[in-house]
């Protein structure tokens, strides 16, 4: 089981035991904004797709963002 402390800005997510220090927000090339979500599940050496939603992207070595919707 991963699990993950936000830190202000940056968040602390566990994967495979050990700690992976990551943005809490990221920006993809055409300016949209992502947050850091969870960890995502590992099967069989690789990430089934699968467990993503249409707003989601996978960043390695497992981190899923979703997209910040503008209020």
């Known amino acids: ?3 993950v402390n936000k ?10 035991g050990k ?3 990551a943005d809490r927000f990221i ?3 055409q300016g949209e904004k992502f947050e850091f ?3 995502a599940a590992n099967t069989r050496g690789g990430f089934c797709l699968d ?3 249409n707003d989601e992207i996978i960043i ?3 981190l899923i963002f979703r997209a ?4």
């Open 19 to 21: 700690p992976v220090e």
């Open 27 to 29: 920006t993809n090339r």
């Open 60 to 62: 390695a070595p497992g």
């Open 68 to 71: 910040v919707k503008a209020v």
């Open 37 to 39: 979500d969870r960890v």
């Open 1 to 3: 089981m991963e699990t």
């Open 7 to 16: 830190i202000e800005e940056k968040v602390i997510a566990v994967i495979k």
């Open 51 to 53: 467990q993503m939603r």
